[in-house]
C-alpha cells in the first residue's frame, strides 16, 4: 500500500490559475449546510494556496444530478458559506481574466456536464483550459475515474492536496503495519457492497465484526430467521465463502447474537431486544441488541487498532435505534482517549454516529471517505491516486 504522492511546491504557485478538486458533496436542506466537515478537511490546501498567492478556481460536485442542470443541487450555498465568489458555469473560464494572487473562486457542480462521471477526453480538456496546475485534494471521490479527477490530471501537471496526501497517510500506516490485535467493525445495509474490503480485512485482521443489516444475512446464511427485515437472501453463498475466508486465516468472526426489532420499521416503532432465536416473521429488525453491543465493547477492550466502517442500526434515527452504534463509538472514543487504542473511521453515516455520540474528537483519524475508504484498503490504491503517484 505504500506509495509517494507528488505534492506541491507551494512556493512556486504565485500568480500561477490552479485547478483545485474538492469534495463538497456535503448534505443542504433550504440552503443551509448541515455538516461542514468535508470543507473544512480541505481548507488546509485552500489557505495554503491563498497564502502562496495561487489564483484557485475549486472544482466540485453535489450529488448525482446525472449530467443535467439542476438547481437544487448547486453548490452555491458553499460559496456562500466559504464568502467566496461563486462561478456559475465550470467551462466558462470568463472570471479568470479578473483574478488577481490569492484569489479563491468556487465553480458550478462539475456533474451539472455528463462528461464528468464518463471521464470524456474532450469535458477533462475543455474543465483543464487556462490552468496552469491541478491539485486532488477530493479524496472521497478518488475510487471514481472522472473527468475531474483522472481526465485533467492527465493533462496538466497534477498534485495532491494536504487532505489526500494525510488520507493516504493515515490508512496506509494503520492498515500496512497495525499494532495488534487489529479489530474491524463492518455495520451498514449489504454485504453486496463490501465483499472485496470483508474478504481482504478477514486475510488482514486479528477480529472481523459485521452487524446491522449486513449482520443479518451473514445470520441468514448460518439459519437465524431474518424476519420482515432488511437482508441478502442472494449473498448467502458469498457470506459463508468470506467465513472459510475467516477461518482459513485464523481471523475470529464475529455476527449478532441479539436485535432491537420493532412491528414496523418506523423511528417511532416501540423497541423490542429480542435473541435470533425468538425473532418472527412479522419483527422488523432496525438495530443490532445489547448483547451484541456488550460482546463487540468487549472485543474494542481486547484491541489495539481498529478499524470501522457501517453503522449497526439507524443510528440517524436518534437514541433508541442508534442505541449500539453509539454504545460503540463511545467505547472507541474512550479507549482512544485513553491511549490504549489507534482507531480509524470511515464513511458518512458512520461519522455522523460519531458526531452524535459527540466523540469525534476522540477518534484517532477520521476518514472523509465511505466507499473510497472501503476501496482504499481493499485494493491499497484508487484511480484518481494512482494517476499522482511518483
Known sequence: MEMKLRSVDYNSVRGKYVLLRVDFNVQIENGKILDTFRIEQSMPTINKLRDAGARVAICAHLGRPGGVASPELSLRPVSDYMKIPFVADCLDKKFMAGMRDGDIVLME??????????NDAEFAGALARGFDLFINDAFA??????????????ILPAFAGELLRTEVENISRIMENPKRPLLAIVGGAKVSGKIGVLKTLCKLADTVIVGGAIGTTFNYACGANPGNSLYEPDMVATAREIMDIAAANNCKFLMPIDKGVGAKFEKTAKRENKSLDEITDVDVIIDDGPKTADRNIDEINRATTVVWNGTFGM??????????SFRVARAIAERTAAGKLVSI????????????AGVRGDITYVSTGGGAFLEFIEKGTLPAIEVLTI
Not at 457542480?109 to 464518463?118: I, L, M, P
Not at 471521490?141 to 492527465?154: E, L, M, N, P, W
Open 141 to 154: 471521490v478518488a475510487h471514481r475515474a472522472a473527468a475531474s479527477t483522472v481526465g485533467v490530471a492527465k
Open 315 to 324: 443510528a440517524e434515527w436518534g437514541a433508541v435505534w442508534g442505541e449500539s
Open 109 to 118: 457542480n462539475v456533474r451539472f456536464y455528463a462528461g464528468e462521471e464518463k
Open 345 to 356: 473511521v470511515g464513511g458518512g453515516e458512520t461519522v455522523a454516529a460519531v458526531d452524535a
